[in-house]
Nanobody
Framework: QVQLVESGGGSVQAGGSLRLSCVAS????????MGWFRQAPGKEREGVTS??????????ADSVKGRFTFSQDNAKNALALYLQMNSLKPEDTAMYYC???????????????????WGQGTQVTVSS
C-alpha cells in the first residue's frame, strides 16, 4: 500500500510559479511510476507528468513541456516528489492529483486507469 499527500497549491498570477509536493509513504521500497494529473472544472482528468522512481526517467505532456519539472527526493521511509511549475498560464488552473502505480511508466503517455494510488488533490488557480 502507498499513501500520497499533496501540498503546495494556491493562487498565482499568469507568468508566476508554484511548487507542488507529494509525499509518498508505505511500500515505497518497490519500484513505482509516480504521476501528476490535473482536472479542470467540466473537463476530464489529464496526465501532466510522470517519473519512474528507479531511473528518474520522466514524461511530460506537450502542454507543460519546458515549463514544469518533476523531481524526486528519496528520504528514509518516505519519497518526496516535487512539481515545479513555471510560466503558469490560466489554462493550468485545475485540481492537481499525485498518483502512483507499481511498475514502470508508459514512455509516451499517461492513462488515468493505470494508476492505483491517489492523493486527495491540491488546487492551483492562475489568474490572467
Amino acid at each position: 500500500q502507498v499513501q500520497l499527500v499533496e501540498s503546495g497549491g494556491g493562487s498565482v498570477q499568469a507568468g508566476g510559479s508554484l511548487r507542488l509536493s507529494c509525499v509518498a509513504s508505505g511500500n515505497i521500497w518497490r519500484t513505482y511510476c509516480m504521476g501528476w494529473f490535473r482536472q479542470a472544472p467540466g473537463k476530464e482528468r489529464e496526465g501532466v507528468t510522470s517519473i519512474f522512481t528507479v531511473s528518474g526517467a520522466t514524461y511530460y505532456a506537450d502542454s507543460v513541456k519546458g515549463r514544469f519539472t518533476f523531481s524526486q527526493d528519496n528520504a528514509k521511509n518516505a519519497l518526496a516528489l516535487y512539481l515545479q511549475m513555471n510560466s503558469l498560464k490560466p489554462e493550468d488552473t485545475a485540481m492537481y492529483y499525485c498518483a502512483a502505480v507499481l511498475g514502470q511508466c508508459r514512455p509516451a503517455t499517461m492513462l488515468e486507469s493505470d494508476f492505483v494510488y491517489w492523493g486527495q488533490g491540491t488546487q492551483v488557480t492562475v489568474s490572467s
